[in-house]
């Protein structure tokens, strides 16, 4: 089973989320820190909002901050792209049989908006949502319960993922780890380098 991560991974979406969080704490008064990308990163957006209401003791609610980022985002994601030799790489895995799925911690909404758009459903036989889990793709536990949902054990599952928290428990729950670099998040690559079983700058790599 081979499990696709969405935003940074099959799309080009993470300077979407750049954009949105500078705006957005620009209109607060608030000054964008590698301390609070570290707090919002690869996170649902439930998690997001308390961390954001928290971290600058804002009065908004969960609700208004998160309602504040949909309308931040919502044109973005229709003219997100597809990062390079996705599609590619996908044609040769659905050819060879294998089985794939997405498992994202995307906004339902947007993220159904830009498969259908680049004609990815057909891909995969389901999408996972991190957000109706109600928990962040980092422990474990939740991506034995991806595999556990998409009936397969870890050991059989093939995770592709930028963010280096979801390649740690991907490993952790037993699954095999392809680490796959964004150039807006690079902090990490050395050590997503030494973590995962394979680290690509692209999935040309793989063709």
């Not at 301390?35 to 961390?51: K, R």
């Not at 208004?64 to 792209?81: G, Q, T």
Request: with cysteine.
């Amino acid at each position: 089973m081979l499990i696709f991560d969405l935003d940074g991974t099959l799309i080009d979406s993470n300077g979407v989320w750049l954009e949105v969080d500078k705006i957005f704490l620009a209109r607060h008064g608030c000054a964008y820190s590698q301390e609070y990308y570290e707090g919002v990163a690869h996170s649902i957006l439930q998690n997001c909002a308390v961390f954001t209401k928290n971290h600058f003791q804002l009065e908004e609610s969960c609700e208004e901050i998160i309602a504040e980022w949909m309308e931040l985002a919502a044109d973005a994601y229709r003219s997100v792209p597809l990062k390079p030799f996705v599609r590619e790489y996908l044609d040769r895995c659905r050819d060879a049989g294998h089985r794939m799925a997405v498992f994202t911690a995307c906004v339902p909404e947007h993220c159904r908006e830009v498969m259908s758009r680049h004609g990815l459903d057909g891909y995969f036989e389901r999408v996972i949502f991190a957000q109706d889990l109600g928990v962040d793709k980092k422990s474990p536990a939740v991506f034995k319960q991806a595999a556990q949902m998409l009936g397969a054990e870890p050991r059989q599952c093939v995770l592709f993922d930028d963010s280096l928290a979801a390649c740690k428990g991907a490993k952790a729950a037993g699954m095999t780890v392809v680490g796959i670099r964004d150039s807006r998040f690079t902090g990490g690559e050395a050590d997503m380098r030494e973590l995962c079983d394979r680290y690509i700058e692209s999935f040309g790599e793989l063709l």
